[in-house]
């Protein structure tokens, strides 16, 4: 029999990352159908102890590859998927250019997946944001695009 919650798929931003790893485990607990991105699936540390759950849980887990900066490059994951879980971003205190480092690929990484989710219709998208985000340009970017898109599904910040 399949699993309960088999037939919803969940794409997941930035599966290789500590939020969307245990986002993954628990939609996985759950049964769902996962599709995950990372930015390189031959990187075996970052990927493997997704692997090794998608092994041992219910549910099931396929990879993508995906980057933040690459206009469209989550048209393909985002595409016929019920819910949208964008975690990815960059998430490091020590650089040297924190525009180029952390609020372009978030800001820019979070339109991509914004765009790409109101092309395929999705019903709720709910984006991880931070304590930071509360004063940057990324809670910004997601106003800016519900509004420029008139988007038709729920966008959530989780902080
Ligand atoms: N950790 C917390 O306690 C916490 C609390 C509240 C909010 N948040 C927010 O949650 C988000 C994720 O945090 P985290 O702790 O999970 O960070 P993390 O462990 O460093 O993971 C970051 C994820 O983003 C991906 N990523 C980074 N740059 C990318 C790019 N250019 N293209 C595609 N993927 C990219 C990473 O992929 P690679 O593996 O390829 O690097 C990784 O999967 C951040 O926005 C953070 O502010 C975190």
Do not use: W
Not at 28 to 56: C, F, I, M, P, W
Request: charged fraction near 20%; glycine fraction near 8%.
């Amino acid at each position: 029999m399949a699993p309960q919650h088999a037939a919803q798929v969940v794409t997941v931003t930035g599966v290789s990352g500590y939020i969307g790893s245990e986002v993954v485990k628990q939609l996985l607990e759950k049964g769902y159908t996962v599709r995950g991105t990372v930015r390189s699936k031959s990187n075996t540390s970052k990927v493997q102890h997704l692997l090794t759950l998608s092994d041992a849980l219910p549910g099931q887990l396929e990879l993508f590859e995906a980057d933040l900066l690459k206009a469209g490059d989550f048209d393909d994951v985002v595409r016929g998927a019920d819910f949208v879980l964008h975690t990815a971003s960059p998430f490091f205190t020590e650089t040297s250019d924190p525009q180029k480092d952390l609020v372009d690929p978030a800001v820019n990484g979070t339109t991509n997946v914004l765009n790409a989710a109101g092309k395929a219709g999705i019903k709720r998208v709910v984006v991880t944001s931070s304590v930071a985000g509360r004063q940057c340009a990324v809670r910004t970017a997601c106003t800016n695009m519900v509004l420029q898109c008139g988007l038709k599904f729920q966008v959530m910040l989780q902080l």
